[in-house]
């Protein structure tokens, strides 16, 4: 009797698995779409609370909607721990984290009288409409960029501080060329050197403008420096995502933690490691 009872509870947690944390059954994907439905709705509502007049007016109203919206997540969140192959590892998983702070703003107020904007954390959740619209396009262009960007980080690094380098020689440069000029914005050398960096950058912003002919001279040689190594970093994470190969991935969740985004003939999760002859 106890081993018909166990087994019908593990058929019952396989059920719920793969309801909640796959988008490929008919179910999968209506349970992905009520719970994006709810995820914008109560993002909605956090937005309202902070509109003065609606607060005042309809306070109790939003009140309710967002403990109806706080239930409905807790319980999804309790349910995808005990459907978890290994809970440790969902809930120290990214989704884990962001559906665990998207039940904790209702329960803060509660207890602590903290502010309910908090909540808008539940926007990072509206990922998942990548796997539930099958956006495959856009996760495989987006993981491109990551990627690119990843590969590339010792260039842009170096890159990175060669600008800061030019910006802090130019800006001492301006504070000894401006700094004695009556009136002048030109007062220290962070200063100064910010005004390079906004001149370098061709941001621009006009809060400081020199006035000899000299400082406007190497102005105008920072914001030509500026156009000319303004695409150096795109050029660097083009090329890294041109060297990348593409390869096709399919939507399964891992079992364990639910992360998306394997190899079709992946036997390991890319995240934490687990089996994936577990995910059929």
């Known amino acids: 009797m ?14 719920l698995r793969l309801i909640i944390f796959e988008a490929e059954t008919p ?13 914008g709705l109560s993002i909605l509502v956090v937005m309202l609370e902070t509109v003065k007049g609606l607060d005042a007016e309809y306070s109790r109203i939003l009140l309710i909607l967002e403990w109806i919206f706080t239930g409905i997540f807790t319980i999804e969140y309790l349910l995808r721990i005990w459907c ?3 809970p440790l590892k969902y809930i120290t998983s990214f989704y884990g ?6 039940c904790l703003p209702a329960y803060v107020v509660l207890f602590f009288g903290a502010s309910s904007a908090f909540g808008v954390v539940r926007a990072l959740r ?10 495959v396009n856009h996760v495989k262009g987006a993981e491109v960029i990551l990627h690119g960007l990843v590969r590339s980080k010792e260039k842009i690094t170096v890159f990175f501080f060669a600008i800061l380098l030019l910006a802090v020689i130019a800006g001492t440069l301006m504070y000894y060329i401006e700094g004695r000029q009556p009136d002048t ?18 941001v621009g912003y006009g809060d400081m403008v020199a006035q000899t002919e000299l400082g406007r001279f190497i102005t105008t040689l920072m914001i030509l420096t500026g156009y000319a190594v303004i695409a150096v970093p795109t050029g660097i994470v083009t090329s890294e995502m041109i060297r990348m190969q593409e390869t096709d991935k399919t939507s399964d969740a891992c079992p364990s933690c639910g992360v998306h985004g394997h190899l079709p003939d992946a036997k390991f999760c890319r995240r934490c490691g687990s089996s994936m002859d577990e995910r059929r």
């Open 126 to 135: 509206l990922l998942r409409m990548f796997r539930v619209l099958k956006m």
């Open 2 to 15: 106890l081993t018909e009872d166990k087994n019908q509870t593990e058929s019952l947690r396989e059920r």
């Open 185 to 202: 914005s030109f007062t220290s050398i962070p200063k100064s050197v910010y005004y390079a960096i906004v001149s370098i950058t061709t």
């Open 27 to 39: 179910r999968g994907k209506a349970f992905d779409v009520v719970l994006l439905w709810c995820i």
């Open 84 to 86: 978890s192959r290994k």
């Open 97 to 102: 984290v962001v559906d665990l702070l998207s």
